[in-house]
Nanobody, 115 residues
């Protein structure tokens, strides 16, 4: 059974940085595009960034130039470096494949950015 465990969230002031990590229970990264998603109460979960097995990356416009997604296939881990954080980045962040698979959703990690 595949599990994705997110970590690295926390409370940070606007302009600060956080690095999120997502570790898989078994290696699925070598053949899969991996993504980071986020969700705020009352809103749909949105795709923030993804990275292909060949390390091509994509970002939603609102985080371009501030967030960087990366992956370490040997460690079965995907990262999201978040810089120049804004209050509107406050959300629960999840990782999953892209497109996402229902069975892979984990608990997420809370990111709170204070103004």
């Amino acid at each position: 059974q595949v599990q994705l465990v997110e970590s690295g969230g926390g409370l940070v002031q606007a302009g600060g940085s956080l690095r999120l990590s997502c570790a898989a229970s078994r290696s699925i990264f070598n053949i899969n595009t991996m993504g980071w998603y986020r969700q705020t109460p009352g809103k749909q979960r949105e795709l923030v960034a993804y990275i292909t097995s060949g390390s091509y990356t994509w970002y939603v416009d609102s985080v371009k130039g501030r967030f960087t997604i990366s992956r370490d296939n040997a460690k079965s881990t995907v990262y999201l470096q978040m810089n120049t954080l804004k209050p509107e980045d406050t959300a629960v962040y999840y990782c999953n494949t892209h497109p996402p698979r229902y069975a892979y959703w984990g608990q997420g990690t809370q990111v709170t950015v204070s103004s």
